[in-house]
């Protein structure tokens, strides 16, 4: 949707350098094509040609939904971690309503923010060199007035107010979705255990956005990718990977937010268990080959009798 926001963010903070590298480096036909969809198309074909803000929101919540109604479930819980200003979240709460209105699923937004800025550096995993004690502090009450009915803040240290929340969620509202954006290693590690809940409390594959794994200094040895790998090898059947074969699926495959965007693998969830993951029907694979009737008999003495 062409509107004052989308156009003022467009051409601010450099992202229209962005936008060169990430969409004119595409094949020309589907800038074009996607100029129809923009005005055109619906809400599903924009997220499919990367046409509404905060891509790494839009497609993630479409996906948990679409999954959630796979399963018969007819609400989820999506999350934002690191709310700071708060213009994420209230995207979050715009797309979170276009797609419900697209798949029927009720879909609650909930952020955590501790309400005070960063907190200091622990030490150099926390890329102190990127960001400070202080940084995107939260107008709070503006920010609260601001927000829809269907989106609350809870305001705290996460490894204070997770247990809390993680007891009040309930196996047929899961979590959905989960924007993990606090910058540092520490606070990672903290809000990670929000996916360490009862297996029914997840969608079997939960999409995880990693938003501060893009930095130049950014490694495996330190930020949100130090924090993963350390949950990947202390839990037995919760993995965080990057979400698979994503970027051969997508219609776009510059973007940026496809590096970022990872899943969360419920291995225990009841529909990743044999005992309850079973279909009504076998599945088939059809050979077209039996579509003759007759096999094709070889023609062994052909080339000797022309010799």
């Not at 309503?97 to 995993?125: C, L, N, Q, S």
């Not at 979400?243 to 997508?250: A, C, G, Q, V, W």
């Not at 029907?281 to 009737?293: C, T």
Request: charged share 25%; hydrophobic share 45%.
């Amino acid at each position: 949707m062409l509107n004052a926001y989308v156009l003022g963010r467009a051409f601010s903070d450099g992202k229209y350098r962005k936008i060169f590298r990430e969409r004119l480096s595409e094949p020309l036909h589907l800038n074009v094509l996607s100029l129809c969809v923009a005005l055109l198309g619906s809400y599903r074909a924009k997220v499919e040609f990367d046409l509404m803000v905060r891509q790494q929101y839009a497609f993630p919540v479409l996906y948990a939904a679409d999954q959630a109604k796979k399963l018969g479930l007819s609400k989820i819980v999506v999350l934002e971690f690191g709310v700071a200003s708060g213009a994420g979240l209230m995207n979050l709460c715009e797309l979170a309503a276009r797609t419900e209105e697209e798949t029927g699923v009720a879909i609650e937004v909930v952020g955590f923010d501790t309400g005070t800025g960063m907190p200091p550096a622990v030490d150099y995993r926390d890329l102190p060199e990127y960001f400070q004690e202080g940084d995107f502090p939260m107008d709070f009450e503006a920010l609260r007035q601001a927000l829809p009915s269907r989106c609350r803040l809870v305001i705290g240290p996460v490894d204070q107010t997770i247990p809390d929340f993680l007891a009040a969620v309930t196996d047929d509202a899961p979590i959905g979705f989960v924007s993990v954006d606090v910058d540092y290693y520490s606070s990672a590690k903290q809000t990670l255990p929000i996916l360490t809940g009862r297996p029914a409390q997840y969608l079997p594959i939960t999409p995880v956005y990693l938003d501060d794994v893009a930095m130049d200094g950014a490694n495996p040895w330190n930020g949100e990718l130090l924090a993963i790998a350390e949950f990947n090898a202390a839990q037995t059947l919760r993995k965080v990977a990057p979400f698979t074969l994503l970027r051969s699926k997508r219609i776009f495959k510059n973007a940026g937010w496809i590096d970022r965007m990872y899943a969360a693998h419920i291995h225990d969830h009841p529909a990743r268990t044999p005992a309850t993951a079973k279909r009504a029907e076998k599945a088939l694979i059809r050979n077209e080959y039996l579509r003759y009737k007759a096999p094709i008999q070889p023609q062994l003495g052909s080339n000797r009798a022309r010799a």
